[in-house]
């Protein structure tokens, strides 16, 4: 801790409250840190790069460490035990600053730690010493892929438009759905507890802001029913549009 205060003291004034998560951004030593309460203490996390302020062999973070050490070591190179140790860290850190992120409405900057930790995972899976570790930070894509859409989606909501907010939902329900494409659990895409969520939020939006279907979804519709004179038609207006939904 930088605060010249007691712990103790902070821990008074700051209670734990089990069941929430407890958030602040703070200023200390002339830049903005992330507090978090938890039982036993106070985590502290930059808001950039690692959120330990560590720099792995100079790199911003250690994903970029490894790219570095692949690069230099050739095709054959594979994660060792040592490897894997600080990847499950860098996993962890960014997992409770992007928790933080969602807490305190910093909807850019969740996505861009999910963003990060997602690129971690591609790298993990294509270099992993074997497939049951890969598979142990594998089953979390969709929540990550969960809390960029939320986030995605709310950043849209604030800068654009209540349409542009739905498409980002959708885009985010697409992605998690060729997750469960690619390991074959796609049985079970329905009735997962996340996508329900997603959709429940988006037809919230549509209820609260009356919006009937969206132009890329009217797209879709059409495209099902071989109607390709006006999916042509909507292709022209989406092309048109003053902000389509880029992908996430």
């Known amino acids: 801790m930088t605060d010249s205060r007691d712990i103790a003291q902070l ?14 951004l703070v200023s200390l030593a002339n830049r903005d840190m992330i507090q978090m309460r938890v039982e036993m203490g106070v985590l502290q996390m930059e808001t ?16 970029d460490f490894l790219i570095a ?27 409770q600053r992007r928790i933080s992120w969602l807490q ?20 993990c899976e294509e270099y992993s010493p074997d497939e049951s570790w890969g598979m142990s930070h ?25 349409e542009n907010a739905i498409e980002r939902i959708n885009i985010g329900l697409h992605c998690i759905q060729v997750v469960f494409e690619q390991h074959e659990i796609v049985e079970h895409f329905e009735d997962d507890e996340l ?20 132009l890329n979804e009217q797209l879709e519709q059409a495209i099902n029913d071989e109607q390709y004179e006006l999916a042509a038609e909507l292709r022209d207006q989406i092309s048109t549009s003053s902000s389509p939904p880029t992908s996430i």
């Open 69 to 95: 050490e692949r690069i230099n070591c050739g095709e054959d190179w594979r994660l060792a035990v040592e490897h894997c140790i600080e990847i499950d860290r860098e996993f962890m850190q960014f997992y």
């Open 104 to 123: 305190l409405k910093e909807y850019a900057n969740v996505v861009r730690d999910a963003n990060h930790t997602l690129a971690l995972m591609d790298f």
């Open 195 to 214: 996508v329900n969520q997603l959709r429940a939020t988006r037809e919230s939006l549509r209820a609260e802001y009356e919006i009937g279907m969206t």
């Open 48 to 63: 950039t790069d690692r959120p330990d302020g560590s720099r792995p062999g100079g790199m911003a973070t250690y994903l």
């Open 11 to 24: 821990l008074e004034d700051w209670e734990f409250e089990p069941g929430t998560i407890g958030v602040r």
């Open 138 to 162: 594998e089953q979390y894509r969709p929540l990550v892929l969960f809390h960029r859409t939320q986030a995605d989606a709310l950043q849209a909501l604030q800068v654009t438009t209540p």
